[in-house]
């Protein structure tokens, strides 16, 4: 089909069509530090894991230098998970092609709206900002290996300032205020060997692990507020030796724990270890690299909960921005959680440079269920949505921002 597409969505094909599994994404980081240049970024670069970071030092109409407003960062990560079998697209997935559906034109491939679109908006709302009379400093951040622990988000917090990260994940254009936590759980539960002709000599690990689902099923976890509770869920398990003829001395079950911030992952390792004392619990700890082997680290498979200070002047902000913004479009205005994790809680490890951290905003384009599926898409006009108000939440944020008037 022939259609004209904006500047943000050609950007999004562009992205689409570099194949970026995590730990792979130079590609991307690559068409988005040419983008800031194109678009004349006073600063364009791919630091040392790997993020590509545009930066625009903005002055207003009365010369009041950068440092007298805010830094806002927009950021996204340019990391995918994999394709998946190519013969169930509807589309090939690196083609970015453009369809007209039922509920309107819309652009496919992996990364459509997790979350190459979200960032191509970045890059030219920042730029829309900036020339709208933006005063402070705006940093737009392609970041890496999201998918695979947050390396990227990580690695960033520790070499960039802000005082409020807008996090572009999928929401169907809602505002998301954080999320619940994720620690993986490796329970090991010991029986005792014996052949299977003779089991009585044995102690058989599966009635072991029956036993402890039984009570993990059972199990009371936390409940209520904004992010609803904690949840488990047993994904997998596994019994050695690898034999069909013998009683298993060793049963490995994997346990999936969604956490909410009151359930510190300290507390949730104590309430399993006492649902299940005989098993040995442990976290396994991630080794991550950059893809030039520039920087490593060594983080748990726990990913924490976030969720936004509820009383930030911040979030009051783009609820009052976002409110004005989305009926333009015919976009009604809703705020909600995330049920997946996201990179919020490493970017609000960031320092704001006045004694405090970053505070993080989430909105994006595109319906999160679609996500690492094989109808990954996201549709046009929520490009054009998210590109405005981007920029109109960073205008908001330089007109309110003072010391006195937003706490660190």
Partial sequence: MSIQLSAEALLTRDLISCHTPSGRERAAADCLVQAFQTLNYDEAYIDAAGNAVGILHCEDSRGNSPEAGPTVMLNGHIDTVALGDETLWAHPPLSGAVSDEEDGTRMWGRGACDMKAAVACMVYAAKDAAEAGFNGTLIVTGVVQ???????ARYLATEQQADVVILGEPSKLKLMVGHRGRLEVHAHIQ???AHAANNSLGLNALYEAAEVLNTLETLELPTGGRLNGSSLTPTNLASSPDSHNVVPGEARLVIDYRNIPEDAPEAVLARLQEAMPKAQ??????HATSEDGQVAIDYPHIAPAYLTPLDSPYLATARQTLQNVLPNYGVTFEEDVWWF??????????????????????FGPGEEERAHTTHENVPLKHLEVA??????????YAREYSSQAVSV
């Fill in 146 to 152: 999201e998918e695979v622990g947050g390396f990227g």
């Fill in 191 to 193: 029986g005792k060997i």
């Fill in 281 to 286: 619990l442990e976290v396994l700890t991630e």
């Fill in 341 to 362: 994790c996201t990179d919020a809680p490493y970017l609000a490890d960031m320092s704001n440079g006045k004694g405090g951290h970053a505070v993080i905003i989430g």
């Fill in 387 to 396: 590109r405005a108000s981007y920029r109109d939440l960073c205008l908001a």
